[in-house]
């Protein structure tokens, strides 16, 4: 028992030594023989391969270079990587179990002048199979990110048109907010939907991952409307600053450099205020980007904004007074609400025309609530933004109508009336009285952003059934 204790004392000691003790770096050139080894004897290696390098003799590493004003010399540096952490938990501080240094490579340079400088990281260790040693070993080495000089192919003015151009081409599906590019890439546009105006497009983030891939950031700034489908009137729309920020991978192919990818947000910029311009401006997916990108353009909101429908509303409601109150001449008020060129238009005025001339004949009022006449009508609909030109909805009015009873103080006169207007003798018994609600439903359609009528239902029209 006593010389297994010794023992492990023994191996705890060494193993507590070799953690003290550094042993001496590798050397500047024995790390160099190694890159040039990997990147200048194999013409598959990533460099030949990514870079399109043929003739690998005209590379250049570098132990020495110069960056911004100062001489940088190659030398190794020793660090403790994780699993020391693992390794020795209570010890601090960790014992330095790797090793690094880098070089710069430089690529020959193309026939524009660009060339590339690319780190390269060599990494050795001391760790074997979970022990330090005293010794150092190759571990890995790999290419950094390079850094393009020279000719600069691909510049921001550049990458900001193929930005633009992706735009433009954009095929934008309304309904699901999504656009899709010429090359089959789709992306979220709900942010972009809400700008009636481009201001300017910037560059926020460019990142060279190889020297045929980018990822760029954009940042775009414009201005568009917070609630323009949800305000119950023209007086409430909001309009402020947007921010949007689009990410992009640009990819070199043979026809030139593409985006490959593509992920759009929108940023709230708070500070809102009330519409006060006359004018309406389109949407990037109603005008196009030409026609938003620093520039606007006149444009009528969508007939299924909710002012829109409200407008709608307190105008059919305001006819069917109208209409009621003198069916013969004010019989245009129906002009607006149908298309002229439907053949059936004429046919379904003169019906809601003989309608109300009916009613009238049969002594049926809208009921007089004290607010008015435009309280006893109900209005509502079956109106969406999926709700496509040339495709029918539905439009519905539910009018209380009443007439007045026999049982009041005006009743002599009412029951000569009623009765030269010939209401029978049953309903005269009963007082006459009425209190009912009449639903006019239309099928309607949309043509150029306007909402028209175009069938009453007339089976919903004789449920409502008058006794006289």
């Given at each position: 028992m006593l010389n297994r204790t010794y023992l492990l004392l023994v191996l705890l000691n060494v193993f507590n030594v070799n953690?003290?003790?550094?042993?001496?770096?590798?050397?500047?050139?024995e790390a160099f023989n190694q890159v040039k080894n990997v990147y200048l004897k194999d013409k598959n290696s990533s460099l030949a391969v990514d870079f399109g390098i043929s003739?690998?003799?005209?590379?250049?590493?570098?132990?020495?270079?110069?960056s911004e004003g100062q001489t940088i010399d190659a030398s190794f540096s020793a660090y403790s990587s994780d699993f020391m952490y693992d390794l020795f938990p209570f010890k601090n501080p960790k014992p330095?179990?790797?090793?690094?240094?880098?070089?710069?490579?430089?690529?020959?340079?193309?026939?524009n002048g660009t060339y590339y400088q690319i780190p390269i990281e060599v990494v050795y260790t001391r760790l074997k199979n979970d022990a330090l040693t005293?010794?150092?070993?190759?571990?890995?080495?790999?290419?950094?990110?390079?850094?393009?000089?020279?000719?600069?192919?691909?510049?921001?003015?550049?990458?900001?048109?193929?930005?633009?151009n992706s735009f433009r081409s954009m095929k934008i599906d309304k309904l699901s907010q999504q656009g899709t590019i010429n090359n089959g890439v789709t992306t979220d546009i709900s942010a972009l939907m809400n700008l009636y105006t481009i201001k300017k497009i910037e560059i926020g983030y460019d990142f060279r991952k190889s020297v045929n891939e980018y990822e760029v950031n954009f940042d775009i700034e414009g201005e568009g409307y917070y609630n323009l489908l949800s305000a119950k009137s023209e007086n409430e729309i909001q309009i402020g600053l947007r921010r949007i920020s689009v990410a992009t991978k640009m990819t070199k192919q043979a026809s030139g450099?593409?985006?490959?990818?593509?992920?759009?947000?929108?940023?709230?910029?708070?500070?809102?205020?009330?519409?006060?311009?006359?004018?309406?401006?389109?949407?990037?997916?109603?005008?196009?980007?030409?026609?938003?990108?620093?520039?606007k353009a006149a444009y009528n909101p969508p007939y299924y904004a909710e002012f829109n429908l409200r407008n709608f509303e307190k105008d059919i409601k305001n006819a069917v007074v109208s209409l009621y109150s003198d069916s013969l001449s004010n019989a245009n008020v129906l002009d607006q609400f149908f298309d002229e060129n439907e053949a059936n238009s004429k046919e379904e005025k003169k019906y809601l025309v003989d309608l109300f001339n009916n009613l009238k004949s049969k002594f049926v009022e809208i009921y007089p609530y004290s607010e008015?006449?435009?309280?006893a009508i109900v209005f509502s609909h079956k109106i969406t933004e999926s709700f496509e030109e040339n495709k029918f909805?539905?439009?519905?009015l539910d009018i209380r109508l009443y007439r007045k009873s026999l049982y009041n103080d005006s009743a002599k006169q009412l029951k000569k009336m009623y009765k030269d207007g010939g209401m029978s003798e049953e309903i005269l018994k009963q007082g006459g009285e009425l209190d009912i609600q009449l639903k006019l439903e239309f099928s309607c359609h949309v043509v150029n952003n306007y909402l028209?009528?175009?069938?009453?239902n007339k089976a919903k029209v004789d449920e409502c059934k008058i006794p006289f």
């Open positions: 953690a003290q003790n550094l042993p001496p770096l590798p050397t500047v050139d003739d690998l003799s005209q590379v250049k590493i570098l132990k020495s270079w110069e330095k179990d790797r090793c690094h240094i880098y070089f710069l490579l430089e690529t020959p340079k193309e026939s005293n010794s150092w070993e190759f571990f890995w080495n790999k290419l950094g990110y390079p850094t393009e000089l020279g000719g600069n192919e691909f510049t921001a003015e550049k990458k900001i048109n193929l930005l633009v450099w593409e985006i490959t990818y593509m992920m759009i947000r929108g940023e709230y910029s708070g500070n809102d205020q009330l519409k006060v311009e006359e004018n309406f401006w389109g949407h990037f997916h109603e005008v196009g980007f030409d026609a938003i990108f620093q520039t008015g006449l435009l309280k909805g539905i439009v519905s028209y009528l175009t069938k009453v």
